[in-house]
Nanobody
Framework: QVHVKESGGGSVQPGGSLMLSCAAS????????MAWFRQNSGHEREAIAV?????????TESVKGRFTIAISKDSAKRTLYLEMSDLQPEDSGTYSCAYDPWGCTLINGRPSLVHQGYRNWGQGTQVTVSS
């Protein structure tokens, strides 16, 4: 049984930084597709950053150059990170982590932000950016 749990959310002023972490335990396969999703008030949840088994990444346009996704692997555990800088009020929302043991859908060799096969989700962590 895979368990996924996020941590690291909080409140920050515009221009500030935060680091989110996501611990996925109970992993039995070497491959993976993991992603960070964000849901703002009044909007649907969207994938903002995704990382494939080989470390290839993709970002939604609004976070490119400001957010960095990374992963560490240790036996039956994966830890997913999202380093966020120059945060703006529109970055506020609930950030969730998702895991798929079968790898990402690829488009032109890069993991797809619209990959649909996530099997396990965390409950989310709140990020608030305001002055």
């Amino acid at each position: 049984q895979v368990h996924v749990k996020e941590s690291g959310g909080g409140s920050v002023q515009p221009g500030g930084s935060l680091m989110l972490s996501c611990a996925a335990s109970g992993i039995t396969r070497s491959g993976s597709c993991m992603a960070w999703f964000r849901q703002n008030s009044g909007h649907e949840r969207e994938a903002i950053a995704v990382i494939d088994t080989d470390g290839t990444t993709e970002y939604t346009e609004s976070v490119k150059g400001r957010f960095t996704i990374a992963i560490s692997k240790d036996s039956a555990k994966r830890t997913l990170y999202l380093e966020m800088s120059d945060l703006q009020p529109e970055d506020s929302g609930t950030y969730s982590c998702a895991y798929d043991p079968w790898g990402c859908t690829l488009i032109n060799g890069r993991p797809s932000l619209v990959h649909q096969g996530y099997r396990n989700w965390g409950q989310g962590t709140q990020v608030t950016v305001s002055s």
